[in-house]
C-alpha cells in the first residue's frame, strides 16, 4: 500500500522557533509537495520538487523554505514560526501521472 | 495563474443525487482531479478527466468539458459516510510546474436523513 508519512500530527511551538516538518514517501515519487489548508481557503501550495535537490516556489512561499536531499524525503522549514503559520500542513507526493497522494497532515499551532 | 472556484457548501438528503461544480480559469491545463476529503483526514483521489466527456466509476461520476472550463462531481444514492469537502484540482502543464496541482476552496457536502 502505497504511502505518505508526515513526522507529527500535532505540534506547538513558540513564536520565533525553527520548526522542521517532515514528509517521507515510499513510492519512489519524482514530485513532493507542501500544503498549507486553512478553513475557507483551501490547500495552498507552499513549495514543490520535482527531483533531488530541486525545489520550486508555490504560491505562498514567504516565511518558509524546504530541502529535498534524498528522493524519498521532503523536508519544510519554518525559519522562525509566527502565528500567522498556525495551520494544517499537508505533504504530498505524485508520479509522471500527477495523480498526488497525500500523508495525514500535521497540525502546527504557534502560540 | 490559477482560478478556481466551487461552491462552499451543500446539503442533500440520503439516496439521493448531488452535483458539484468547478469552474477554472487557468494559464495552463493538463487535467483536473476530484478529490475527497474526510473531517481530520488527508484527501483522497476520486477521479481524472483530461479530456471532454464523462467518467464513471460506481456511484462518482466526474464531467470535463475544456472549452468552457467547466468540470462536476456527481455523487449517486447518496450515503451518510459521503458527507465530507469535496476538493476540485487542475493540473498544470508548464515544463517546469512537476505536476502541480492547483486546488479550489473545496465544496462541504452535508448528507442528511
Known amino acids: 500500500d502505497v504511502k505518505v508519512t508526515q513526522s507529527s500530527r500535532y505540534l506547538v511551538k513558540r513564536t520565533g522557533e525553527k520548526v522542521f516538518l517532515e514528509c517521507v514517501q515510499d513510492?519512489?515519487?519524482?514530485?513532493m509537495f507542501w500544503y498549507r489548508q486553512d478553513p475557507g481557503l483551501g490547500l495552498r501550495l507552499i513549495y514543490f520538487?520535482?527531483?533531488?535537490?530541486?525545489?520550486e516556489k508555490g504560491d505562498i512561499p514567504e516565511g518558509y523554505s524546504v530541502s529535498r536531499e534524498k528522493k524519498e524525503r521532503f523536508s519544510l522549514i519554518l525559519e522562525s514560526a509566527s502565528t500567522n503559520q498556525t495551520s494544517m500542513y499537508l505533504c504530498?507526493?505524485?508520479?509522471?501521472?500527477?495523480?498526488?497522494?497525500f500523508g495525514q497532515g500535521t497540525r502546527l499551532t504557534v502560540v | 495563474g490559477q482560478n478556481i472556484d466551487q461552491p462552499t457548501e451543500m446539503t442533500a438528503t440520503e439516496g439521493a443525487i448531488v452535483q458539484i461544480n468547478c469552474t477554472y480559469q487557468?494559464?495552463?491545463?493538463?487535467?483536473l482531479f476530484w478529490y475527497q476529503q474526510h473531517a481530520g483526514e488527508a484527501p483522497t483521489f476520486l477521479s481524472y478527466?483530461?479530456?471532454?466527456g464523462l467518467e464513471e466509476k460506481g456511484r462518482f461520476s466526474s464531467f470535463l468539458s475544456r472549452s468552457k472550463g467547466y468540470s462536476y462531481l456527481l455523487l449517486k444514492e447518496l450515503q451518510m459516510k459521503d458527507s465530507a469537502s469535496y476538493l476540485c484540482?487542475?493540473?498544470?502543464?508548464?515544463?517546469?510546474?512537476?505536476?502541480?496541482?492547483?486546488f479550489g476552496g473545496g465544496t462541504r457536502v452535508l448528507v442528511k436523513p
Open positions: 504530498a507526493s505524485s508520479s509522471h501521472t500527477g495523480r498526488a497522494f
Open positions: 513510492m519512489d515519487h519524482e514530485n
Open positions: 520538487s520535482y527531483d533531488v535537490k530541486m525545489k
Open positions: 487557468t494559464s495552463g491545463f493538463n487535467g
Open positions: 478527466n483530461v479530456l471532454d
Open positions: 484540482a487542475v493540473r498544470d502543464q508548464a515544463k517546469a510546474a512537476g505536476n502541480k496541482l492547483t
